[in-house]
Nanobody
Framework: QVQLVESGGGLVQAGDSLRLSCAAS????????VGWFRQAPGKDREFVASINWAGTERRYADSVKGRFTISRDNAKNTVDLQMNSLKPDDTAVYYC?????????????????WGQGTQVTVSS
């Protein structure tokens, strides 16, 4: 069992940066892949980034590649998403998700545990 809590969202201007954090509790977090997803109003939840249990493999959506960076600290049970050069299209509720696996899933339905989400709003 893994519990996830996101933080760090807020209202920023285009071009600004934000750092989201996903804090986890549960014995299996260090053996879990973690993904970040986002959902804008009226749209499906979409993949943003994911990282494997060891922090050695990462995946990114094309829309955020080069701007966002995912990282993890298993000693602190946290996974962060550094978001730079934010655009109004990045506005959404951001969720972290986890699954015990050696793979690096990018599909929403591959993840078992989900946080409640944190709102990111980017004004133009």
């Amino acid at each position: 069992q893994v519990q996830l809590v996101e933080s760090g969202g807020g209202l920023v201007q285009a071009g600004d940066s934000l750092r989201l954090s996903c804090a986890a509790s549960g014995r299996t977090f260090s053996s879990s892949a973690v993904g970040w997803f986002r959902q804008a109003p009226g749209k499906d939840r979409e993949f943003v980034a994911s990282i494997n249990w060891a922090g050695t493999e990462r995946r990114y959506a094309d829309s955020v590649k080069g701007r966002f960076t995912i990282s993890r600290d298993n000693a602190k049970n946290t996974v962060d998403l550094q978001m730079n050069s934010l655009k109004p299209d990045d506005t959404a509720v951001y969720y972290c998700a986890a699954k015990e696996t050696i793979l690096v899933p990018t599909a929403r339905y591959d993840y078992r545990y989900w946080g409640q989400g944190t709102q990111v709003t980017v004004s133009s």
